[in-house]
């Protein structure tokens, strides 16, 4: 964990306030946006924003255009951005490997063993981890080399688990019998569509991560597995966004779109409870939570902020899992 250290040891050097001092110059200052510093919105936007205003500001401002700045505090909060809970990397593994399983189904190849896809993908995670390595030409620096303690139960007893509700889950299997042609999207990067009509920013890009889509004339079933907790709220609006998601990509009505939610948790699936919402209570919810983020903008056409406007949370319980604790000084 050398790099990781090297570079956050800063905020341990100097005081909280000359830090704030810094990243406040920093995310003020007006320079013209670009692709990669425009405003975008995503459903785990929303919910850091809810969460601690102040995590919402370091993790999509704090560590803006590191290359430019030169700054050893924005470093350090990049670095923290970095940090991965081992219950998000073991998601991530079981997402990877049932990926990999069904573009086998997709492209008529023998499919993969999951289970060993998995395991030995979480196994290169944690080495390459634990000896301060890039992971596939980036970095991965998982809680416990972060901060200590695994932050949950048994790691493998986690990812047996959740592998086990994957395989024995019908719809897995049912995706495993499916004609490769049908697949139209598996795991895609960056999935995103462009919201029109936002208020003071016009087109707002905005991401949506379903997993797999299959379309068969025009019908079109969107799976998504949930590897983590979150709350029945939280899952609705995400397959609301999907929904529409889908609806702009494939130019469908909401009627012949279907979500299912496989829970590899608890080992259940189906619809979210309440329903999927439609096209316009979707859109009305994203409109509200971009309104309120803009609300805080210093400057709308820079897309600069000051973390005065960002305070920490009071709930410490919230400090105690955050990989900003540092930034906080609240470990
Ligand atoms: S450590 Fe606490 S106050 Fe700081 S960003 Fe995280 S949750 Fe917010």
């Excluded at 030169?70 to 079981?94: E, F």
């Excluded at 889509?213 to 079109?220: G, Y």
């Excluded at 329903?275 to 609300?295: L, Q």
Aim: aromatic share 10%.
């Amino acid at each position: 964990m050398g790099q990781f250290l090297y570079n956050t040891h800063i905020l341990t050097e100097i005081p909280l306030a000359d830090s704030e001092a810094i990243l406040d110059a920093h995310t003020l200052e007006q320079v013209p946006v670009t692709r990669w510093t425009a405003f975008s919105w995503s459903h785990s936007r929303h919910t850091l924003f809810a969460t601690c205003r102040r995590r919402y500001y370091l993790h999509y401002y704090g560590s803006r255009r590191i290359r430019e700045t030169n700054s050893r505090v924005v470093r350090a909060i990049w670095w923290l951005k970095q940090i991965t809970p081992m219950s998000a990397w073991i998601g991530t593994v079981v997402h990877e490997a049932a990926a990999a399983a069904l573009r086998a189904v997709r492209d008529g190849m023998p499919v993969p063993d999951v289970r060993v896809l998995a395991r030995e993908r979480f196994a290169a995670g944690l080495e390459a981890s634990a000896r301060g390595r890039k992971l596939d030409g980036r970095w991965l620096v998982l809680w416990p080399d972060a901060y200590g303690g695994s932050g949950t139960g048994s790691p493998e007893e986690l990812l047996e688990g959740l592998l086990d509700n994957l395989l024995a889950s019908d719809t897995y299997k049912s995706l495993t019998n499916l004609p490769g042609g049908l697949f139209q999207e598996i795991d895609e990067a960056f999935q995103s569509f462009e919201l029109e009509g936002i208020a003071r920013l016009g087109t707002v890009r905005t991401f949506a991560i379903p997993d797999v889509l299959i379309l068969n004339d025009r019908t079109l079933r969107i799976v998504d597995w949930k590897t983590g907790s979150t709350t029945p709220d939280s899952v609705r609006w995400q397959a609301g966004i999907y929904q529409l998601y889908a609806g702009l990509t494939y130019d469908l009505q909401e009627e012949e779109i279907s979500v299912e939610i496989v829970d590899l948790t608890q080992g259940s699936s189906g619809e979210p409870a309440g329903g999927t919402p439609g096209f316009a209570e979707t859109r009305a919810f994203i409109e509200t939570s971009i309104a309120e983020m803009v609300d805080l903008m210093a400057d709308v056409d820079y897309h600069t902020v000051s973390i005065r406007d960002f305070p920490m949370t009071d709930d410490l319980t919230l400090c105690q899992t955050c990989n900003f604790k540092r930034a906080c000084r609240r470990e």
